[in-house]
């Protein structure tokens, strides 16, 4: 995989769109290609707000496999993996924020300015879809 481009997020507060800068890095998009999935969440179930998200990045030709972490995660990670984390929001506990992961290291904090020290609590990775015919 190609060094994802830094982006940051351009929209802020309760529901930003770091979820979304975090997908445009993952995916070589701009972050107005991708749409704020935040938007709205407080309309929605959580299954709601998931199933936007997967149906749009089923749409890009990816699915999202995401699971809570464990201790010792890191060692099931490849060192040259990107991934999206989801890490507690400065926020509060309740809120969450991502970020982009390489190996078990952070990569990039879509947030200017804002230094990132909080323990995963979700790792998200982009798997390509096969389409058979």
């Known amino acids: 995989m190609n060094i994802p481009n830094k982006i940051d997020q351009t929209e802020f507060g309760t529901y930003g769109n770091c979820r979304s800068a975090c997908f445009a890095m993952l995916l070589g998009l701009s972050i107005e290609d991708v749409p704020n999935f ?8 959580l299954r709601a707000f998931q ?20 201790d010792g995660w890191k060692e099931y990670i490849h060192p040259d993996q990107y991934f999206m984390a989801i890490i ?10 991502c970020v982009v ?24 990775l982009l798997v390509p879809l096969l389409l058979v015919s």
């Open 101 to 124: 992961y390489k190996g078990a290291e952070l990569f990039y904090d879509p947030m200017p300015g804002n230094v990132t020290s909080k323990e995963i609590k979700q790792i998200s």
């Open 51 to 70: 199933e936007q998200i997967t149906l749009w990045l089923t749409y890009t030709g990816v699915s999202n496999f995401c699971f809570d972490v464990w």
């Open 88 to 97: 507690p929001s400065n926020l509060g506990e309740e809120y969450e924020h």
């Open 38 to 45: 935040e938007s709205g969440r407080d309309y929605m179930s």
